[in-house]
């Protein structure tokens, strides 16, 4: 089956400093993916979506220079968490949609968990 | 706006029981539906989608789920519960560009 994978898996770094999370399909080409973001015991909230080559999409309310978004090929799509402070810390998860089938499959990646200090 | 609700937060099943998990939705028209399995270290993965035509849905692992137009819900159930079903579950509501509003999960406990 289609795979996504993120790393690093889990992350801590201190206030200040960026983070930048991989999202990669790994055995199809992603032309969207999309990027949520997990509070403990809550929802997947929708973050942004990323299309190669061009810019993300980002949802209302999410900040578009704090979560910087690049999708430079159809197997990767990267996110930096610029000057994280302790309230990003949170678990972020990707998914990519193939671009042979149809918009309905989003394949996920297993998370990322930041701990910003 | 679409919504989605998830009644229960919690839910402790026996072994071999049976085991329903409830969805309603709120939108405008007919959304597209999916349930989700979340394990420890695992990404979410796809059990059972609902775009049209018949309203019982069958999925992976012996789940299935049933949409119903008049009640806007997605119940999702299984017969007879495995310890490894055990996991947090979602439901989603996905609208015209395939964007996914997520309930809030229900977490399965599975007792021997």
């Known amino acids: 089956g289609a795979v996504v994978s993120q790393h690093p898996s889990r992350v801590i770094c201190k206030s200040g400093t960026s983070v930048k999370i991989e999202c990669r399909s790994l055995?199809?080409?992603?032309?969207?993916m999309f990027w949520y973001r997990q509070f403990p015991k809550k929802s997947l909230m929708l973050m942004a979506t990323?299309?190669?080559?061009?810019?993300?999409?980002?949802e209302q309310g999410v900040e578009k220079d704090k979560f910087l978004i690049n999708h430079a090929s159809l197997t990767l799509s990267t996110l930096t968490v610029t000057s994280a402070h302790p309230e990003d810390s949170s678990f972020y998860i990707c998914?990519?949609?193939?671009?042979?089938?149809?918009?309905?499959?989003?394949?996920f990646g297993p998370g990322t968990r930041l701990l910003v200090l | 706006a679409q919504s989605v609700t998830q009644p229960d937060i919690h839910i402790t099943v026996s072994e071999g029981a049976s085991l329903e998990l409830r969805c309603n939705y709120s939108?405008?028209?007919?959304?597209?539906l999916f349930w989700y399995v979340q394990s420890p270290g695992q990404g979410l993965q796809l059990l059972l989608k609902?775009?049209?035509?018949?309203?019982l849905v069958q999925g992976i692992k012996g789940f299935e789920a049933e949409f119903k137009r008049s009640q806007s819900s997605f119940n999702l159930r299984k017969p007879s519960v495995h310890w490894s079903d055990a996991a947090e579950y979602f439901c989603?509501?996905?609208?015209?560009?395939?964007?996914?509003?997520f309930g809030a999960g229900t977490t399965v406990t599975v007792r021997a």
């Open positions: 998914s990519a949609e193939p671009s042979d089938r149809g918009k309905e499959t989003q394949y």
């Open positions: 055995d199809f080409q992603a032309t969207t």
């Open positions: 990323s299309n190669e080559g061009s810019k993300a999409t980002y």
């Open positions: 939108y405008g028209a007919t959304p597209y």
């Open positions: 609902y775009f049209s035509g018949d309203t």
């Open positions: 989603a509501v996905g609208v015209n560009d395939y964007k996914l509003s």
